[in-house]
């Protein structure tokens, strides 16, 4: 079975530029979640997709970050414009969202896409 | 948002030696989770400890949850080099984000 894909591995713009983040989730996993980490910080949660539904934005630094998932399949992490405090290494992870009340249940990471903005 | 500090930072041991590794917060968790991250891929889940108190093994890593919920660790027995990598603990925050501590950076040299 696949795993959780992103695309592309590494991304370097310059400041002012538009990029698109790509993650495939593994087969029939509802939830999609998008994570950030910037040198030197811990991992930090973006938002949280069930299905093609936005069900917590909250981590979202500001409104030049837009995701999208289409169809409930793959999603889309758009930064634009981009600013040199956005570089980092952006994660996404997915779920089939089993929550037993105490414990969320395993989201399985991807590989990452580290965005330098220069 | 629950803070989580993960202690010490970096760690190098030589093959066979113990360790310890500690997360650490002033609120209460419902559950913690332990993974574990390798150079260009992502995090791993190891292990989810729920109850307080609660100890998990895991072949030589043993996940101990404090009785309050505030912290945790891990402790690995006669260390080997595959076990080098970026160990991270992390809580659920509000429904299922979570909350990562910066993580524990494990060298083992052979």
């Known amino acids: 079975e696949a795993g959780v894909t992103q695309f592309p591995s590494h991304s370097v713009i310059e400041k002012g530029q538009t990029v698109t983040l790509r993650c495939d989730p593994i087969?029939?996993?509802?939830?999609l979640y998008w994570y950030r980490r910037v040198m030197g910080k811990e991992i930090k949660f973006l938002l949280h997709f069930v299905k093609e539904s936005k069900q917590d934005e909250s981590g979202m630094p500001n409104n030049r970050f837009l995701a999208e998932r289409t169809g409930g399949t793959y999603s889309t992490l758009k930064v634009q414009p981009a600013e040199l405090e956005d570089s980092g290494v952006y994660f996404c992870?997915?779920?089939?969202?089993?929550?037993?009340?105490?414990?969320?249940?395993?989201?399985?990471f991807g590989p990452g896409t580290r965005l330098t903005v220069t | 948002t629950q803070l989580l500090e993960q202690s010490p930072q970096f760690l190098s041991i030589q093959e066979g030696e113990n360790l310890t590794v500690y997360c650490n917060s002033s609120s209460v968790f419902s559950s913690l989770q332990w993974y574990r991250q390798e150079p260009g891929e992502g995090p791993v889940l190891l292990v989810t400890?729920?109850?307080?108190?609660e100890v998990k093994k895991l072949k030589r890593l043993t996940f101990q949850f404090g009785d309050a919920r505030k912290d945790s660790s891990l402790h690995i027995t006669a260390a080997q080099p595959g076990d080098t990598g970026l160990y991270l603990c992390?809580?659920?925050?509000?429904?299922?984000?979570?909350?990562f501590g910066k993580g524990t950076s494990l060298l083992v040299t052979p």
């Open positions: 992390a809580g659920p925050n509000s429904g299922y984000a979570l909350n």
């Open positions: 992870a997915s779920s089939l969202g089993l929550w037993s009340g105490r414990a969320v249940d395993e989201q399985y």
């Open positions: 400890v729920v109850t307080g108190g």
């Open positions: 087969s029939g996993h509802d939830n």
